[in-house]
């Protein structure tokens, strides 16, 4: 048996609140931009509904991403009602919005972290990735957060655009106050998948990335400030998978549940079923063959990745 057959809840959420977003990056895994909100999105109440179940059935630890979190206007109501309960939160943001009022409000809720997307060292770079936002203001964004005591995860996505700028950015990240610096290959999903041969790195490049992404870990004190890279691919991330899988939930903008991020299917809807029956669905498909087949296909070919936003239902199947 593995770990999730002993667990009556899933130990984390990864709930994408909209798809709605302010910038429009290239390397965008969820398709999200301006007006790309989804037809059907959870509304106020059913997003507060969604939340009492969480905390009736004890996850420890949610997400709230997107798109961007903080353009949704309940994003306050649905975090400080999970922070008031005890839940754990991670909030993931591109750092256009936060000033010292939202890191001060943030700064009360219980964060295990604030995540900030810094892909790119210079403005130039960093705007051709993600157009309309400003590196000042991701900046800012995560001196806000420190100073207000909230704990900074950075995040750089690798694409052919930026990853030269790569060694600068580790140290912008530690610089700024940053307790993690997030990375790894660069997902063909969603956007990116799109613009794939525009965005791809070479493989001397991602080599070369590697091999800077393990020097500079052993220069830091992993107490003090942590690189993280592994698994670097979405093939790894399923590989690991297959071997145990994980004890978590991805809720999509309008309620359903994926599988696995980089896998197309959807075993719940959480506008029709529970959080507990969604859970054991989802343990039940993780212990067959089918969800096992499919990830070893997406293992075997990773051009079947940019088929992950094409939802489909696993009852289907």
Known sequence: MSLI?????????????TRECDLCCLHCCTES???????????????????????????PYVMLCGGEPLIVPHFWEVAESLGHAGIQLKIETNGQRLDDAVAERMSRL???????????????????????GSLGKAHAACRA???FGIPLEVTFAPTRLNIHESD?????AFELGAF???SGGLMRIGTAARMWDKLEPTEAQYQRFRELLERRSREFDRK??????EPFSVQDGLRQSLGQPPATLLILPNGWVKIAAALPYVCGDLRRDNLATVWDVYRRFWNGDIVRNIAAGAIADASLHARANDWQSLMAT
Do not use: M
């Open 168 to 172: 600068r950015v580790i140290d912008q």
């Open 110 to 132: 219980p964060l295990r972290s604030l995540q900030i997307s810094l892909d790119g060292a210079t403005e130039e770079v960093y705007g051709r990735q993600r157009p309309g």
């Open 180 to 182: 993690r610096f997030n």
């Open 33 to 59: 931009a301006p007006g790309k909100r989804l037809s059907g999105e959870l509304s106020r109440p059913e997003a507060l509904e969604l939340v009492a179940e969480i905390i009736v059935r004890e996850v």
């Open 5 to 17: 057959d002993h667990l009556r809840a899933p130990l984390f959420l990864s709930w994408q609140l």
């Open 145 to 147: 957060a420190v100073r």
């Open 224 to 229: 003090q400030f942590e690189l993280c890279f």
